[in-house]
């Protein structure tokens, strides 16, 4: 497993835009496939995106396709969620999350996870 640390989370306009970090610990991130989830008040935790190991290849929920961006930097062991055009249905508690397998990330079930970071999208 690795440790991970969000940060970037705050109060924003409806419009504007945040971009979260996913601070991780451990020698072996660039191994890990990395995803951000998100849970608002009084629902279920939901998908956000993920990416693979390498950067090659990454996944959205169609509710932020063209409006959210997942990247990574290995050489930083830091995972990034450029959150664009935010609409008040964004607010929610973000999570990171990580997982040596894609698969596992992407259906909301990795190994690891972070505190979570909050964004709040104000109308």
């Known amino acids: 497993q690795v440790q991970l640390v969000e940060s970037g989370g705050g109060l924003v306009q409806a419009g504007g835009s945040l971009r979260l970090s996913c601070a991780a610990s451990?020698?072996?991130?660039?191994?890990?496939?990395m995803g951000w989830f998100r849970q608002a008040p009084g629902k279920e935790r939901e998908f956000v995106a993920a990416i693979s190991w390498s950067g090659g290849s990454t996944y959205y929920a169609d509710s932020v396709k063209g409006r959210f961006t997942i990247s990574r930097d290995n050489a930083k062991n830091t995972v990034y969620l450029q959150m664009n055009s935010l609409k008040p249905e964004d607010t929610a508690v973000y999570y990171c999350?990580?997982?040596?397998?894609?698969?596992?990330?992407?259906?909301?079930?990795?190994?690891?996870w972070g505190q979570g970071t909050q964004v709040t999208v104000s109308s």
């Open positions: 451990g020698r072996t991130f660039s191994s890990y496939a």
């Open positions: 999350a990580a997982d040596l397998r894609f698969g596992r990330v992407k259906v909301g079930a990795p190994d690891s």
